[in-house]
């Protein structure tokens, strides 16, 4: 039967509702740890970057004026590198030629940049500003991996060489929509032949090597929840680049494939996918042409093939209508996330691969889930998101391949040591601002301890997650000096606090977190 249509209103707020939920009692949990940020590593439009990242180049050798510069360089301090223990990946995009991940995070405006051979990261690009209120700003590779490009805000995309880390272009669309200023930029997309296209209040047409915009298609925008919720926000170009297609609803249970020509912005064909109430829409084009469409039906996985006449196959049964869906470029592959747990499918045979289980924290809420992304030839598939970290595996074995090695040195309430050399940083790093070198305290992960050093910076107290113990440390040496744990059980600590003349400590217990059920 069908919902009245004054429901649809709040269609997108229902789908969405209870993972922002979630995230603003997060922040209001932690409101006592204030995360460091990462100092914008991005060079100025124009000037070389001569960190590189590991990617053979044809530049000059270093020279004299470069050597001596070096030399003169003042110490870098980087206080934070990878994610935080809460906040993960939560998009993922491999390049073409899957030697780079491109990863971003939740009210983030860096992307970062890590090598899938090794996990090690290897640039972190900053588009300055936030996108929208999606789970994470929109990311894209050129086709030929040597550009990068991500959405920022006010309905804008930066686009970076990813050799140099040099910011090529910003490509600026109009300003002001209701629709561009909640969701962004939900849609990034390189054709073979240069040219990049954008979704947000408008399809738009670009030139990536001169930034111009060289057309603009007016669309009758729905806020896709696909795009919000981490996905590929229901758009795919057509593998010769000359189309769009692209999902659009009339918020009454209509769902729609329109295809538009790039060259003219001419509307070329509409198909129309069944008349129900879809979730979390994706679309993907197979190596031989055919249009793949997969989304949750009254918590039904769902796959169409809409290249002639339609045809309709029910994959599984889902716990809710917000699972992330995910195909391989070449549609070969199909990825459902719930929870913690992906299941994959071999798309041509509809056969059913294991199921991978990421591992994770077990704070945070069964409502949300991880996030997850293919390589280009579907092989690999790459995992993130909150309480989790980032992760490559083997989609047929799913045997995990690579950690990545960046969630280091997680940066919050700092403190000066009295003579203003030493700086200690959240959970165990002292940074010596004389060299710019940085020394642990401790051996135990930085992802899974917490860390609030003394006002004057010669104690730090530790604590790890899931615990009612704290340990004083003592600063430089690392020394052990205090293991303080309450007389009675007292549920787990959840905040820390020196008085300021260091002389008492203070520390605040909640509950027992509950276990998760998968």
Avoid: C
Avoid at 260 to 288: C, H, M, Q, Y
Avoid at 484 to 504: E, K, T, Y
Wanted: charge should be positive; aromatic fraction near 6%.
């Amino acid at each position: 039967m069908k919902k009245p249509a004054q429901n649809h209103r709040h269609t997108l707020a229902a789908v969405i509702a209870p993972r922002f939920a979630f995230l603003i009692v997060l922040f209001i949990a932690s409101s006592a740890v204030v995360l460091g940020q990462v100092p914008s590593q991005t060079p100025a439009p124009g000037s070389p970057d001569k960190r590189g990242i590991g990617v053979q180049t044809t530049g000059p050798a270093n020279t004299a004026q470069s050597d001596q510069a070096a030399r003169e360089a003042k110490p870098e301090l980087v206080l934070q590198s990878g994610y935080s223990n809460i906040f993960g990946a939560t998009r993922l995009v491999f390049s073409p030629d899957g030697r780079l991940l491109a990863t971003t995070s939740f009210r983030s405006s860096s992307v970062k940049l890590w090598e899938t051979s090794t996990g090690r990261e290897l640039r972190n690009l900053s588009s300055g500003t936030h996108s929208g209120m999606g789970m994470s700003p929109f990311i894209a590779f050129s086709r030929d991996s040597r550009l990068v490009a991500a959405a920022a805000g006010d309905n804008s995309v930066k686009i970076w060489d990813v050799v140099s880390g040099r910011e090529l272009q910003t490509l600026a669309g109009a300003q002001g929509s209701m629709t561009s200023a909640i969701s962004g930029i939900s849609f990034i997309g390189f054709t073979p032949d240069g040219r990049v296209v954008t979704v947000s209040d408008a399809i738009r047409v670009w030139d990536a090597a001169s930034g111009q915009e060289l057309r603009s298609i007016s669309i009758d925008m729905n806020l896709s929840a696909s795009a919000l919720m981490g996905g590929g926000g229901g758009a795919v170009i057509t593998p010769d680049g000359n189309q769009l297609a692209f999902v659009v609803s009339d918020g009454l249970e209509k769902h729609e494939v329109k295809f538009w020509e790039l060259a003219t912005g001419r509307e070329a064909r509409t198909v129309n996918l069944p008349n129900k109430e879809i979730d979390n829409i994706e679309i993907a084009f197979t190596s031989d042409g055919r249009l793949l469409v997969s989304g949750i039906v009254d918590k039904r996985l769902r796959l169409w093939d809409v290249s002639g006449k339609v045809s309709e196959r029910e994959l599984a049964t889902t716990t809710s209508d917000r699972g992330v869906i995910r195909f391989s470029r070449d549609g070969r592959m199909l990825a459902l996330a719930e929870g913690f747990t992906v299941k994959l499918w071999e798309v041509a045979t509809l056969r059913e691969l294991p199921a991978l289980v990421a591992p994770h924290s077990g704070l945070l809420p069964s409502q949300v889930s991880i996030f997850a992304n293919f390589s280009e030839d579907g092989k690999r598939l790459a995992t993130g998101g909150f309480g989790t970290p980032t992760i490559l595996w083997e989609t047929e074995t799913v045997k995990q391949l690579v950690k990545m090695s960046g969630r280091t040195n997680m940066a919050y309430e700092v403190a000066f040591s009295a003579d203003g050399t030493r700086l200690s940083s959240g959970g165990r790093t002292r940074w010596d601002l004389r060299t710019g070198r940085g020394t642990r305290l401790t051996s135990a992960p930085s992802d899974g301890v917490f860390g609030m050093p003394g006002p004057d910076g010669k104690l730090l107290a530790t604590f790890a997650m899931n615990s009612n113990v704290v340990t004083i440390l003592e600063v430089p040496t690392g020394r052990q000096l205090q293991r303080l744990a309450p007389a009675s059980g007292g549920g787990v600590i959840n905040r820390v606090n020196f008085s300021p003349d260091g002389a008492m400590l203070v520390t605040a217990y909640g509950p027992e977190p509950q276990q998760q059920q998968h």
